[in-house]
């Protein structure tokens, strides 16, 4: 395979199309245009993140094989039939937590990048930790509160993402959880259920030839919470590969 250049226009055309006509006869038609400019450069870009992370934090893999997200929606007890996303994506993880993802999977914290007209983004950390790896990250910042709030009030953090996320439902709740004092000095904390931050990219961004040098510096910012994180949970950081 070749180095990865950039996504092209077409990429961002074939999803728009495919959000307005999401049914397989219009995907199988245009199948060679998602191969060849959204899955082919986007499998180019996580070879190029994975030889990246192996100089940033060695722990870190992003195989094409494994890193790239299903175009394909689960739609088993989804309302919504539509068999499709409108997006494509890919995650860097820790090679010792592997590449799960959420509620039910015990992957750690890693990478996120993602491409999609008009809502492409950045991020990283641990999205929905399932509850019993959520209890030793709350535990954690309990112990350690001070440290946790330097990372996520760094400079380079705050200047490149503003805060933890909050965007989707369930992501911080309304309450202390139980088992803490409602005033709790880390009681702000204490309430997230998933501990993530993102930058959203522009389409130009997404397009340009300096796109991976670009996230590359998101990552590099993102990388001392993911690592806190990963430690918590036992997937220590890594000197080489």
Do not use: C
């Amino acid at each position: 395979m070749s180095a990865f250049r950039q996504f092209r226009p077409q990429a961002l055309t074939f999803l728009r199309g495919l959000k307005r006509h999401n049914d397989k006869p219009w995907f199988e038609a245009n199948r060679p245009t998602y191969q060849a400019e959204v899955l082919g450069p986007l499998k180019l870009l996580a070879e190029e993140l994975d030889v990246r992370f192996a100089r940033l934090a060695p722990e870190f893999v992003a195989p094409p094989r494994h890193a790239l997200f299903r175009i394909h929606r689960d739609v088993r007890f989804s309302k919504d039939k539509s068999p499709y996303k409108t997006h494509a994506a890919l995650w860097a993880f820790h090679r010792d937590a592997g590449r799960g993802v959420g509620r039910d999977a015990h992957g750690g914290a890693g990478f996120y990048f993602h491409i999609e007209p008009g809502a492409s983004l950045v991020a990283g950390g641990f999205w929905m930790p399932p509850r019993p790896l959520l209890g030793r990250i709350r535990e954690r910042i309990v112990d350690e509160q001070r440290g946790f709030e330097k990372l996520v009030r760094a400079p380079a953090f705050t200047r490149r993402f503003g805060a933890l996320s909050e965007d989707d439902p369930g992501v911080r709740l309304t309450r202390v959880p139980r088992g803490f004092a409602p005033d709790h000095p880390a009681a702000h904390w204490l309430r997230f259920n998933s501990f993530t931050a993102h930058r959203m990219l522009t389409d130009a961004e997404v397009l340009s030839p300096r796109l991976v040098d670009a996230i590359m510096k998101d990552y590099a910012a993102l990388l001392p919470l993911v690592r806190w994180l990963n430690a918590t949970l036992g997937y220590p950081p890594a000197t080489a590969r």
